[in-house]
């Protein structure tokens, strides 16, 4: 089945301890991106990446790191997790950039 | 500066009538224009997309017309079914040659379809 696959699904964490989530896609799709989802302002884009060992900045992408090493994989990586932080996250892929983009279940971040 | 605009934050309609759901922008750079629907507890999925050299793309039940003069783009869902109850996310991109993309994302727009 094809899909995109985030872990974990919830966490909570504090202040400071480091944390990945884990994207992953079974579909070769070149692109992929993460997204944050907050009250009342919607979907924000916070890294994509159109190729292996390509990334670019989304429009918020202060405070994460991401990589992709291999094209079915892109982790994102809070080096330092601070309370704004706590949101909604999305993975998604696509074949290309103007194709149709699949999401992930989406990972609850809670960081006290 | 909110350049995709979904000025409704939620919309009720009846079944079996149309919902029209609205979305304006302020970059004239944007020329790809997509919609999305969300479920709670889901990811978003696509629903439907316009490239910004039509003015209207249809799908089924759902149409898309896009209004370049005035910036505007609009998702008819005819007819609408208590199924479609969900946020719907207008998105733009812009895209400027080899990694110049920008994706923005409207704050959505929720849609109750009473039966």
């Known amino acids: 089945e094809a899909q995109v696959t985030q872990n974990p699904r919830y966490l909570i964490t504090v202040t400071g301890k480091k944390l990945t989530v884990t994207c992953s896609q079974n579909?070769?799709?070149?692109?992929m991106s993460w997204y944050r989802q907050d009250p009342g302002l919607g979907l924000r884009q916070i890294y994509y990446?159109?190729?292996?060992?390509?990334?670019d900045k989304g429009d918020v992408p202060e405070g994460y790191k991401v990589s992709r090493k291999e094209k079915r994989n892109f982790p994102l990586i809070l080096e330092s997790p601070s309370p704004n932080q706590t949101s909604l996250y999305f993975c998604?892929?696509?074949?290309?950039?103007?194709?149709?983009?699949?999401f992930g279940p989406g990972t609850r971040l809670l960081v006290l | 500066d909110q350049q995709v605009k979904q000025n409704s934050p939620s919309l009720s309609v009846q079944e079996g009538r149309i919902s029209i759901l609205n979305c304006d922008y302020t970059n004239s750079m944007f020329d790809y224009f997509l919609w999305y629907k969300k479920y709670p507890a889901e990811g978003p999925t696509f629903l439907i997309s316009i490239s910004s050299i039509k003015d209207k793309n249809e799908d089924g039940r759902f149409t898309v017309f896009l209004n370049k003069s005035a910036k505007h783009l609009s998702l008819h869902i005819v007819p609408s079914q208590p199924g479609d109850s969900a946020v719907y996310f207008c998105?733009?991109?812009?895209?400027?040659?080899?990694?110049?993309?920008?994706?923005?994302f409207g704050k959505g727009t929720l849609l109750t379809v009473n039966p």
């Open positions: 998604a892929s696509s074949l290309w950039w103007r194709e149709t983009q699949y």
């Open positions: 990446s159109m190729n292996v060992e390509v990334t």
């Open positions: 998105a733009a991109i812009e895209y400027s040659g080899g990694s110049n993309y920008k994706l923005t």
């Open positions: 579909m070769n799709h070149e692109y």
